[in-house]
């Protein structure tokens, strides 16, 4: 249970959640990571500052999901989407890997976490890629926490993608319609392998899920909070944690 202690200097999370909380943990966990411009405005600061200390973020809110035995965290970090946004602010985001990965590649392979990315890997620029996939290729032994980076990613895009590779094996002969079933659809999937999210955080006041994992969040609990990304904290992570543990899920059933 306290496997992690140490990582980035962590706390005991038994002192911050009751003992009986450490039970019926959500192995997967998805984060829309919003708020860093609403963030960085009330600070008077530029959105770029918000961006930067939201990627700080990201280790504190991995370092719990860690601590609590959380198998897989999954971070909304880009959306196809966002490349509508001013080109400053879209080239300051698409830095964001190649400073993040040094940084904290270190302890991320001495806490066994292996990270992953979903999402088109066409139109990301190189220096994003290759960070991304220098970090996937660095932790792929590692059998901890998955870190997984939702990164020019749509969950629209994400259905058409595997649609349209479903389509190709059914015309080349290799699957008939018939074999489409719930779980041959997941494996076409960019999330193919992963448990469904059990649990779905929104910072910031916003509530919609803005094109995220449409697929795979059809029983997933939802937690929503005001609080913006660059201040939600550990003790925020494991209030939605405890949320989620004091939740019915019925699936449909009585
Ligand atoms: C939404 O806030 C946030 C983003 C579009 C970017 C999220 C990215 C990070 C937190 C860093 C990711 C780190 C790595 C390593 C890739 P917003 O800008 O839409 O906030 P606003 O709604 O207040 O404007």
Request: a neutral charge.
């Amino acid at each position: 249970m306290n496997r992690l202690f140490g990582w980035f200097g962590a706390k005991n999370p038994d002192r911050e959640m009751p003992a009986h909380s450490r039970e019926n943990i959500p192995q997967h966990v998805a984060i829309i990571m919003d708020g860093n411009g609403r963030w960085a405005k009330s600070k008077g600061m530029p959105r770029i500052a918000g961006h930067r200390a939201g990627m700080k973020n990201v280790r504190t809110i991995t370092m719990a999901a860690n601590e609590l035995g959380v198998k897989v965290l999954t971070l909304y970090a880009f959306s196809t989407e966002n490349w509508k946004r001013p080109k400053e602010e879209v080239d300051f985001l698409m830095k964001l890997p190649q400073e993040f990965f040094p940084l904290e590649i270190d302890e991320l392979k001495k806490n066994n976490v292996r990270i992953r990315m979903m999402g088109s890997k066409e139109g990301l620029p190189r220096h994003s890629l290759d960070a991304v996939e220098a970090a996937i290729e660095e932790t792929k032994d590692n059998t901890g926490l998955i870190l997984n980076f939702a990164l020019n990613y749509g969950g629209r895009r994400e259905l058409l993608l595997g649609i349209r590779r479903l389509a190709e094996h059914i015309r080349d002969g290799e699957i008939t319609p018939d074999d489409i079933s719930e779980q041959l659809f997941d494996s076409y999937l960019q999330s193919e392998g992963l448990p469904e999210p059990d649990l779905l955080i929104r910072t910031s006041g916003e509530v919609r899920i803005s094109n995220f994992m449409l697929w795979q969040l059809a029983y997933t609990e939802l937690w929503f909070t005001d609080v913006f990304w660059p201040e939600f904290s550990r003790e925020h992570f494991f209030e939605a944690i405890r949320s989620y543990q004091g939740r019915a899920r019925r699936y449909g059933k009585l």
